[in-house]
């Protein structure tokens, strides 16, 4: 033992002592008081008493020296072992209920809460790993990509074509490392509660039009035939430029899915207190698996469309439409095509 456990032990010992000394004492006077001792006999049996006291003060402290180890030192030098590792970032640490306490003990209650904080902080740890892990990867490509052509860029006896292609290609590579930052960025914003909604009434169809025009280029170009079902002045509070986020990322996803001559659907339909917004297509579809991970971080199911994107607009999707208290659920099956649905509160 340290030296202050053991002059507290000690300490211990002389409280022990003098309590039960006191109570000894009070109970021998009352008792010597009724009785007819002569002052003889008293002193005679003042050593006894004395030793008596002592051996009852040794069994006390020592009972109460191992209850005290059993319940406070063993658990606390537990958790403090525990929170230890935790400290030094291993997170994967668990620590063990201590045994032969009585099931109420506040000790095992804050050792579960403690694991509780440390899975939390795992998947947290986690999450930060794939994260850089994935935004270096995400990063690479176009960079690499811009890297590659600008040195054949500076190659001589270039054609006129090969540098509008090279430069084409750099300009493609940077608009992509632009929308990836602007999505993190973006993303971050939304995770951290720094976006605000600002809600105002405004015509949901209206917007829906005007975001699918946007679109026109390239649905032209794969001869995508446009199918719309969109009810007139259906009136929502929200953030308009925040749901405008989701309706792009929608419609681009649609038809960056949907093989040339294939068919997107964008249907909106309201009741009393909702609107609910449609997004199908005829594109190659998802299996269940990749439809439980499709709103998470830098997944991709379908890798063969992964230079067009980059694993972020639907994780902003679904940010965003927590944000309006609303929801959104997808519906796909492999080769047949996805259906997402948006349902939104009409009133906040």
């Known amino acids: ?46 050593p006894i008493t004395f030793a008596n006291v002592v051996l009852i003060t040794l069994i006390f402290w020592i009972c109460d020296t191992v209850r005290t180890h059993l319940t406070v030192e063993r658990p606390i030098k537990r ?34 809460e403690i694991n509780k904080m440390t899975a939390e902080l795992a998947g947290v740890e986690t999450l930060r790993t794939d994260f850089i892990s994935n935004v270096s990867h995400e990063f690479k490509t176009p960079l690499s990509v811009i890297n590659n052509y600008a040195q054949l860029l500076g190659s001589k006896g270039l054609s006129d074509s090969e540098r509008e292609e090279y430069a084409a290609a750099i300009s493609a590579a940077s608009s992509r490392l632009s929308e990836l930052i602007g999505n993190i960025l973006k993303l971050n914003k939304l995770e951290n509660q720094q976006i605000y909604p600002e809600r105002k009434d405004y015509d949901l169809g209206g917007q829906l039009g005007d975001c699918l025009l946007q679109f026109e280029s390239r649905w032209e170009q794969k001869n995508i035939v446009i199918d719309t079902d969109i009810a007139d002045d259906v009136m929502i509070n929200a ?110």
């Not at 929608?250 to 068919?263: D, M, Q, R, V």
């Not at 980059?310 to 080769?335: K, M, P, Q, T």
């Not at 047949?336 to 349902?343: L, R």
């Open 1 to 46: 033992m340290t030296g202050k456990k053991v002059l507290a032990g000690l300490f211990k010992f002389v409280v022990f002592f003098m309590l039960i000394a006191f109570v000894v004492t009070c109970s021998f006077v009352l008792f010597f008081h009724f009785m007819d001792y002569t002052e003889e006999e008293m002193r005679q049996s003042a």
């Open 79 to 112: 958790i403090t072992e525990g929170l230890g590792k935790i400290t030094a970032g291993k997170f994967d640490t668990v620590i063990e209920p201590v045994e032969h306490l009585t099931s109420e003990n506040g000790y095992n209650l804050i050792i579960a």
């Open 239 to 348: 953030d308009s430029e925040l749901l405008s986020v989701v309706w792009n990322n929608l419609f681009s996803n649609a038809i960056k899915f949907t093989e040339p001559g294939g068919t997107v659907f964008v249907g909106l339909r309201e009741d009393e207190k909702t609107a609910r917004v449609t997004v199908r297509d005829t594109g190659c579809g998802m299996d269940a698996d990749t439809g439980r991970h499709i709103f998470e971080k830098f997944y991709q199911g379908d890798t063969s469309h992964s230079s067009q994107g980059n694993g972020l607009g639907l994780a902003l999707v679904r940010r965003v439409i927590d944000i309006e208290n609303g929801e959104i659920s997808v519906d796909s099956r492999l080769g047949e095509g996805s259906t997402f649905t948006v349902v939104l509160r009409k009133r906040q």
